[in-house]
Structures are given as C-alpha cells and as structure tokens.
T-cell receptor
Framework: GAVVSQHPSWVICKSGTSVKIECRSL??????MFWYRQFPKQSLMLMAT?????????EQGVEKDKFLINHASLTLSTLTVTSAHPEDSSFYIC??????????????FGPGTRLTVL | AQSVTQPDIHITVSEGASLELRCNYS??????LFWYVQSPGQGLQLLLK??????LVQGIKGFEAEFKRSQSSFNLRKPSVHWSDAAEYFC????????????FGAGTRLAVHP
C-alpha cells in the first residue's frame, strides 16, 4: 500500500513554455501533498505544501506565480511550471500523506519527474 | 539552529560487511524520525520510522535504526550489506508539536564493493 505515482517521469520543453506534472496517490486518500525539488547530488528542498481544497503554502524563496500547485482531490495534485527557463531544470518529487488525529502521517514519495528546459 | 546532520557524505563498504550511517538532529524535543533510500534517478523509499516507544526500530530490507535521546541521534544499521544496497540514504525529521514539514539531511551516498 501507499503508492504514489508521478507523470510524466521525464519531460523536455522549450524555454518560455509551461509544463504540468501530476502526482497521484493510488491506494490511499492524501489530505496533504508536498512538492520537492532536488538538484544533482543534493538533498530534497521542500517547495510547497498543499492541502486538498485549499491554497498551497509555499516555502520562502519559492515563486508561487511560477510554480502553480493545485490539489483538487484527495488523490491528485499538480505542479505547473510556468514560463519555464533553463534554471528550472531539475528533478521534481512529490509526496503524499494522510492526516491522523490532526497530524499528518508518514510521507510516501513518488518516483520523481526530471524536467529539462532547453 | 534546527538541523539534521549526516556527517558522512560518502561511504564505501565491502559486500557482506556491516554498515552504520549516522544521523544527528538538533531540535528541542524529540521529533519524528525517518530514514529514506533513493536509488539513482528514482524517488524515495521509506526504510523505517520512529515516532515513539521502542528505541530500536526494524525496517525493510534488513535495516534497523536506534534512537538515542541523549545523543540526539538516529543511526541506521545493517549487519551485512548487499550490492543492491548501493544508493543515497537520507535521514529526515518532523519537528515535534505537529507536522509542518519533513526536514532532510544532506544524504549519505553508499557504495558497495564486491
């Protein structure tokens, strides 16, 4: 159980275009989903936290107008990179968690999406 | 400052040897503690977690970790390493008092020699 999928696994786009990445919890309902960014050989950096049906909470330094997050259902969250530029090239990983007793439970991670902006 | 420290950036062990990966945290109260493993180009897989109770935690793939409050540590161990264990290992914590975010250490890259 606790499987999280991401689509696509790899995307190449031209500079200035927008890219949408989907994150799905396949066998559980995720009240909270998280989006991370990982640069080569580095750790994960949290970009934003999204709760189903409400606006995402962005970490300091993350442009909310550039990285649009939508968490429309308990099994789906999307990250849209708008007007992508080469510096946005990275590995984007989502995670999903249930809420237990008011606290968010263990995060389960998707396989990641590698974005390359030309 | 609050942080998660993995002192070893890169560790190499021989197949069959024992392994210990170190993790220290600096938070006022006991946080929730996790170890994740990431294989090349893939997402993270949860190895084990500690919320409360028995301080020796058993995980998947033969891994275990021990929480030591006095040392603010949560070291990961495996008695006999397999070549397939070569990967990046991340220690992570959720600060106590609620669940806002998962704070990751810098990671330890494990190489296994045949």
């Amino acid at each position: 159980g606790a499987v999280v999928s991401q689509h696509p696994s790899w995307v190449i786009c031209k500079s200035g275009t927008s890219v949408k990445i989907e994150c799905r919890s396949l066998d559980f309902q995720a009240t909270t989903m998280f989006w991370y960014r990982q640069f080569p050989k580095q750790s994960l950096m949290l970009m934003a936290t999204s709760n189903e049906g409400s606006k995402a909470t962005y970490e300091q330094g993350v442009e909310k107008d550039k990285f649009l997050i939508n968490h429309a259902s308990l099994t789906l969250s999307t990250l849209t990179v708008t007007s992508a530029h080469p510096e946005d090239s990275s590995f984007y990983i989502c995670s999903a968690a249930k809420t237990r007793g008011g606290y968010t439970d263990t995060q389960y991670f998707g396989p990641g999406t590698r974005l390359t902006v030309l | 400052a609050q942080s998660v420290t993995q002192p070893d950036i890169h560790i190499t062990v021989s197949e069959g040897a024992s392994l210990e990966l170190r993790c220290n945290y600096s938070y006022g109260a006991t946080p929730y503690l996790f170890w994740y493993v990431q294989s090349p180009g893939q997402g993270l897989q949860l190895l084990l977690k500690y919320f409360s109770g028995d301080t020796l935690v058993q995980g998947i793939k033969g891994f275990e970790a021990e929480f030591k409050r006095s040392q603010s540590s949560f070291n990961l161990r495996k008695p006999s390493v397999h070549w397939s264990d070569a990967a990046e290992y991340f220690c992570a914590v959720v600060p106590s008092g609620g669940y806002n975010k998962l704070i990751f250490g810098a990671g330890t890259r494990l190489a296994v020699h045949p």
